[in-house]
């Protein structure tokens, strides 16, 4: 069990000022904090047990104990992952040789950090509501709707019903044309995008399945997805297209892909084999 410290760093600018003192104290602290009891943490934080308490529900935590669980995973894997640890900054005077481990470094890491904070039972139900769906919808705008893109793509390869839209009115539109039948992913890092929460709200409304990947934490997003999937990621002050967020969108899309094409393996590697000749004809 680990994605403790990942939780934390995530929910910290969403947390109440007093869950925050707490929050900061043990992400500064990690090794003495799984060695600690809640009054302990309490006087080293200078904040309440409550907060603390209040801290792990805010972190979707059973409690301390389970708190401390998952710090001590996350302490055990960096010492037993060699090299740097965390997300490295990218700076004004790199060298090349510096990006490329730099810039790898940073989306490596964010998908070991969406693994750790990616709820199985959540994917495992996503994977049956596109497996049912008769139309699947992929929204997002931006370096989202380009993931959109992509996974229409994955899954029309295994005769999913699936379509995609750049223009945000075209997605409205589509959206209040949904049914009980079909499947709405809404696709936002930061859960904020005005047009795809309005997209799957409109969805939601209509009955459709709603489906989010966005960031750890409560996001506007998640109040209209029924199955809301977590991904993490580094956002500095050069975001480069937001590059550690899409490879982390990119790989829970190949989740879904593969967790669908797995139910029905024989078909889709039928379909597969089809698509790849009808291509190879084009002499791609």
């Known amino acids: 069990m680990n994605g403790g410290l990942v939780r934390l760093r995530e929910a910290l600018n969403e947390l109440t000022p007093s869950e925050k003192k707490v929050g900061e104290y043990i992400l500064g602290n990690p090794k003495k904090v799984v060695e600690l009891s809640v009054a302990q943490l309490a006087d080293y934080s200078g904040a309440s047990q409550a907060a603390i308490v209040r801290l792990c529900k805010s972190l979707g935590l059973k409690g301390f104990p389970d708190l401390k669980l998952k710090i001590a995973g996350d302490l055990q894997e960096s010492a037993q992952v060699p090299g740097k640890q965390g997300y490295q900054e990218i700076s004004q005077h790199d060298s090349i040789a510096t990006l490329i481990q730099n810039v790898s470094a940073n989306n490596i890491q964010s998908i070991r950090d969406t693994v750790k904070i990616l709820d199985v039972e959540s994917v495992e139900r996503a994977v049956d509501a596109l497996n049912r769906a008769e139309r699947i919808f992929f929204f997002g705008l931006g370096a989202s709707g380009l993931i959109a893109q992509d996974a229409q793509q994955k899954f029309l390869r295994i005769n999913r019903m699936s379509f995609t839209f750049a ?118």
């Open 167 to 284: 223009d945000p009115h075209m997605q409205l539109t589509t959206a209040v044309t949904m049914t009980s039948k079909d499947v709405a992913v809404g696709i936002s890092y930061s859960g904020e995008t005005r047009e795809v929460i309005a997209v799957l709200k409109a969805a939601s409304e209509r009955g459709a399945t709603t489906i989010s990947i966005t960031k750890y934490g409560n996001t506007a997003l998640h109040a209209y997805s029924q199955i809301p999937l977590c991904i993490s990621s580094t956002e500095n002050e050069i975001r480069s297209g937001a590059t550690a967020s899409r490879i982390t969108q990119l790989n829970v899309i190949d989740i879904l892909y593969l967790g669908v094409a797995s139910r029905n393996y024989e078909q889709s590697v039928e379909y597969l084999e089809r698509s790849r000749a009808a291509i190879r004809e084009l002499g791609h």
